[in-house]
């Protein structure tokens, strides 16, 4: 893991670690000499447990940015795509979906499904996005809250508008990853915990937002 100073517990070293060193010293100077010859002892001892600490802290730190990290992607994708497309799904007027030639096809709500992939590993995440880009097409969407319409991809089976999805918004982390890490399969190691937290949060909101949201339309699947 690269060390970073912003991850650096600071804060902690001063109301925490820095004092265990006094501590411990007045505590170790009642211990038999034969065991604590001098004082210099007793203020290794410190140390060292200071040392110790300020590691335990500093990992701590690192956890809970990637995981605050992870939750921020999860909670802005869900609002941005679920919630937008979810109220469209909701409502009682055919849905027009235009095709990149121009061509505009109609679909009422109940006859269009949304498959979301959430991905288990940046590996897991590149195979999903290619499979959804070579089986499916960019389909174009009008949403009268907005100005532009915006994309997604999906195909048409059976009368049945098929929507294929997926957290684009995790690639980001394939840089930072990497950096951290020093090579791709590392960061692919390290990929699993901070999905597995996207993963969770995106769990979270669905159940939150169920009465909201046309939870039947959307199928959230580990890939």
């Known amino acids: 893991m690269t060390f970073s100073l912003k991850f650096f517990p600071v804060k902690d070293l001063i109301f925490s670690v820095i004092p265990t060193v006094g501590t411990y010293f007045g505590y170790l100077q009642g211990v038999s000499p034969e065991i604590l010859p001098n004082k210099f002892y007793a203020i290794g ?19 809970s940015y990637k995981k605050s990290l992870a939750e921020l992607l999860a909670t802005g994708y869900f609002m941005n795509f679920t919630g937008r497309l979810g109220k469209l799904l909701k409502s009682k007027v055919p849905i027009n979906f235009t095709y990149k030639d121009g061509s505009i096809k109609s679909f009422d709500a109940k006859d269009i ?107 959230f699947k580990h890939v």
């Open 113 to 219: 499904f949304v498959e979301i992939g959430i991905p288990g590993s940046l590996q897991a995440l590149t195979r999903y996005s290619n499979s959804v880009e070579s089986l499916s097409e960019i389909l174009y969407v009008t949403d009268a809250t907005q100005s532009e319409p915006f994309w997604l991809r999906g195909n048409v089976e059976e009368n049945t508008l098929m929507i294929y999805e997926f957290p684009r918004t995790l690639f980001s982390l394939a840089g930072y990853l990497k950096t951290e890490s020093g090579d791709m399969k590392k960061a692919e190691k390290k990929s699993k915990k901070i999905y597995g937290y996207f993963e969770k949060k995106i769990e979270e909101l669905r159940i939150l937002n169920g009465s909201q949201l046309p939870m039947d339309k959307f199928e």
């Open 45 to 63: 001892i410190g140390l060292i447990t200071s040392l110790i600490l300020a590691i335990i802290f500093y990992r701590e730190n690192v956890k």
